[in-house]
């Protein structure tokens, strides 16, 4: 929940300044050891990202990992696997990881579904985000 404070704060001084720059989703936790670092938690957006030291290498870009799939009696009738991330935009709404297992799904309509995420929150999402597996 502070989390979600934290990047909704962001996000409007960001919007009220008109410009987001460039950001990324933290993968790991880092606690920060100088007055000059910024420490966040994993799954939190960072914005306004820059690369001070060019000679600094970055880390190689990670392959996502391969999807578990939940335990069959877990999944309900019908289920998918995320194809992109989405990220809830209104109340009501699933939040999901690209390779995430959506479970229990509901077909609301052709564009909108309903079901489940890892954490077992149920909303509603976009259709054309997931894979349908069964």
Not at 84 to 98: H, I, K, M
Request: charged fraction near 25%; aromatic fraction near 12%; hydrophobic fraction near 35%.
């Amino acid at each position: 929940e502070a989390q979600k404070q934290r990047e909704v704060e962001l996000q409007q001084q960001n919007q009220a300044s008109g410009s987001r720059g460039q950001c990324a989703r933290a993968v790991y936790d880092y606690d920060a050891t100088a007055d000059d670092e910024l420490g966040f938690r994993e799954g939190e957006i960072v914005y306004n990202v820059e690369q001070l030291d060019p000679g600094c290498p970055a880390a190689p870009p990670m392959a996502p990992p391969l999807p578990q799939a939940p335990a069959q009696n877990d999944m309900g009738e019908n289920y998918a696997v995320a194809l992109f991330e989405y990220v809830a935009a209104e109340e009501g709404e699933l939040s999901f990881e690209e390779g995430e297992y959506v479970t229990h799904i509901e077909f609301l309509s052709d564009d909108w579904w309903e079901g489940a995420n890892k954490h077992g929150e149920f909303g509603l999402f976009p259709s054309n985000f997931v894979k349908l597996q069964k």
